[in-house]
């Protein structure tokens, strides 16, 4: 669609595994057109190979960036490069920033200082400045562990190749489960209304705003956030429908 929002998704090589690829590209479909992709490295390192293997499939175009330091990401300077040059260029409504690198932290808030929707998306390793300077982000490892059956995991494993990829078995969310549960009690103490409750969506919206890595797929095989909410304890969803209207119906959450 003509409205549809547009997205540049440029992805860090030295800093992200190709293991999570098929995640990364879904998470990115879901907010909206993924106009512009790019993926930065050093692509005479034989180490690429995975990624060079399925980067036609998806459309994703390589940038050469030499690493002319050993020890050194040298993918960061032409990715932050290509990220302004396109915020100037004024085709796109946001940014999906994928490395699990602190020093795009300064790009993210760059970006978001010129109106643009910055997600990050990387490993439950990534230091917090960078992930609270995006609005939301993604934690592909979690995700991966969480969203894809054991039979896909096994079969993205075999594709990439990777052998640091079969140990995922401690992988845990960045924020803990007990610390939303807080966060989720204090925001309906604070906002909700004078029958105790407050919308779903308003709640989930001050939620990411205070943990932008918050994604409820992240603490099982939750679908919804609603089905999150329920399952806490002291929570509960009331839905309002509209007689004779064509008009969703609200959900609304509140402790029992």
Same mark, same amino acid.
Not at 35 to 51: E, Q, V
Not at 164 to 190: F, H, R, Y
């Given at each position: 669609? &003509?409205?549809?929002?547009?997205?540049?998704?440029?992805?860090?090589? @030295?800093?992200?595994?190709?293991?999570?690829?098929?995640?990364?590209?879904?998470?990115?479909? !879901? %907010?909206?057109?993924?106009?512009?992709? !790019?993926?930065?490295?050093?692509?005479? @390192?034989?180490?690429?190979?995975?990624?060079? +293997?399925?980067?036609?499939?998806?459309?994703?175009?390589?940038?050469?960036?030499?690493? %002319? #330091? #050993?020890?050194?990401?040298?993918? &960061?300077?032409?990715?932050?490069? +290509?990220?302004?040059?396109?915020? %100037?260029?004024?085709?796109?409504?946001?940014?999906?920033?994928?490395?699990? +690198?602190?020093?795009?932290?300064?790009?993210?808030?760059?970006? !978001?200082?010129?109106?643009?929707? =910055?997600?990050?998306?990387?490993?439950?390793?990534?230091?917090?400045?960078? =992930?609270?300077?995006?609005?939301?982000?993604?934690?592909?490892?979690?995700?991966?562990?969480? #969203?894809?059956?054991?039979?896909?995991?096994?079969?993205?494993?075999?594709? #990439?190749? @990777?052998?640091?990829?079969?140990?995922?078995?401690? =992988?845990?969310?960045?924020?803990?489960?007990?610390?939303?549960?807080?966060?989720?009690?204090?925001?309906? +103490?604070?906002?909700?209304?004078?029958?105790?409750?407050?919308?779903?969506?308003?709640?989930? !919206?001050?939620?990411?705003?205070?943990?932008?890595?918050?994604?409820?797929?992240?603490?099982?095989?939750?679908?919804?956030?609603?089905?999150?909410?329920?399952?806490?304890?002291?929570?509960?969803?009331?839905? =309002?429908?509209?007689?004779?209207?064509?008009?969703?119906?609200?959900?609304?959450?509140?402790?029992?």
């Amino acid at each position: 669609m &003509d409205n549809e929002r547009k997205f540049a998704l440029l992805i860090d090589a @030295d800093n992200i595994s190709p293991k999570y690829l098929m995640v990364m590209l879904a998470e990115a479909k !879901r %907010y909206g057109n993924v106009t512009i992709r !790019r993926i930065y490295g050093d692509w005479t @390192d034989n180490s690429k190979k995975t990624w060079k +293997d399925n980067l036609l499939d998806y459309s994703i175009v390589p940038i050469q960036q030499y690493s %002319y #330091t #050993t020890g050194k990401n040298s993918s &960061d300077s032409a990715m932050i490069i +290509d990220a302004m040059d396109i915020l %100037y260029s004024n085709v796109i409504d946001g940014f999906i920033l994928v490395s699990s +690198d602190s020093d795009f932290t300064r790009l993210a808030m760059r970006l !978001r200082e010129a109106g643009k929707t =910055v997600i990050g998306m990387g490993e439950a390793k990534t230091p917090s400045a960078f =992930v609270k300077a995006c609005e939301e982000f993604k934690t592909l490892d979690v995700l991966f562990k969480n #969203t894809l059956s054991t039979e896909e995991q096994k079969e993205v494993l075999e594709t #990439t190749e @990777d052998e640091t990829s079969n140990d995922i078995s401690d =992988v845990a969310p960045i924020t803990e489960i007990g610390e939303i549960k807080k966060c989720i009690l204090s925001i309906l +103490d604070e906002h909700s209304d004078e029958n105790g409750r407050m919308l779903l969506s308003e709640l989930g !919206r001050l939620l990411t705003k205070e943990y932008p890595d918050f994604d409820e797929r992240n603490y099982g095989k939750y679908k919804k956030f609603s089905q999150f909410v329920q399952k806490l304890s002291g929570c509960e969803i009331d839905m =309002v429908y509209f007689e004779g209207e064509n008009k969703p119906p609200l959900a609304y959450v509140k402790t029992k």
